[in-house]
């Protein structure tokens, strides 16, 4: 996390300062990320903050560092409204830019993520902020009062990330009661298996008095199912 807002911070306050006052913003957006070499498959939908994103994905040969760099520099020259790095969400270990069309309403985000050849994978999410957004998630409860919904699915497992302003001991508590009441056992610390899922939730300490909360749902083997009491 250290490395990806050192690259964002840099990216961020390097761009703006070379860049001055912004071209005329032109509509609609269109993503443009320097050294493309291949397209990524992104199938699944994605749900953040509750509202649907559509999703791309590019692999690229250049650096992340460059990556944000260059897409900072084109948010800007659309005029697109870019927060300062210190307000930019970071939401997942890759590093993350995001962009705001303060006219249309709509968001713009790319994450990089480092492959181990040398090149990097860039996701790149464009959500429509005036769209209703959804408060439930089809992975597992939210804890109430839950923000910056994240869902996404990948190779047979399906993930929420988010945050809350709460204890983790609160948090978890109230997985122990929701999931208890929809069928589940606690196999192992914060492990809950049903007859046909399994939900493994991790809760870690967040800055200014908010918590991480991740859950990743899968389906389980006949074997792995809890036994009946008595057998």
């Not at 306050?13 to 609609?28: C, D, E, H, Y």
């Not at 697109?80 to 069309?101: C, F, G, K, N, Y």
């Not at 480092?114 to 209703?132: E, I, M, W």
Request: glycine share 6%.
């Amino acid at each position: 996390m250290t490395h990806a807002k050192s690259w964002l911070r840099c990216a961020v306050m390097g761009v703006m300062l070379a860049s001055g006052v912004a071209a005329a913003q032109r509509t609609p957006f269109k993503w443009e990320v320097p050294g493309v070499v291949g397209v990524v498959d992104v199938s699944a939908p994605v749900i953040a903050s509750g509202i649907p994103v559509k999703m791309t994905a590019v692999r690229s040969k250049e650096r992340p560092e460059v990556i944000l760099r260059s897409l900072v520099d084109r948010f800007l020259v659309w005029g697109l409204h870019v927060p300062p790095a210190s307000r930019q969400p970071q939401l997942l270990r890759e590093p993350m830019v995001t962009a705001i069309d303060t006219r249309e309403f709509i968001s713009y985000t790319a994450i990089v993520q480092p492959n181990p050849d040398g090149t990097t994978t860039v996701f790149l999410g464009q959500a429509d902020l005036s769209k209703a957004p959804r408060v439930q998630s089809s992975v597992a409860p939210v804890y109430p009062g839950g923000s910056g919904l994240l869902q996404s699915e990948m190779e047979g497992a399906r993930t929420l990330v988010y945050s809350a302003s709460a204890r983790a001991l609160d948090v978890e508590v109230y997985y122990r009661n929701e999931l208890s009441q929809a069928g589940f056992e606690e196999v192992e610390p914060m492990l809950f298996r049903s007859s046909q899922d399994e939900l493994h939730v991790r809760v870690t300490p967040a800055k200014e008095g908010k918590v991480s909360v991740v859950v990743v749902r899968r389906g389980v083997a006949p074997e792995e199912a809890p036994k009946p009491a008595g057998d």
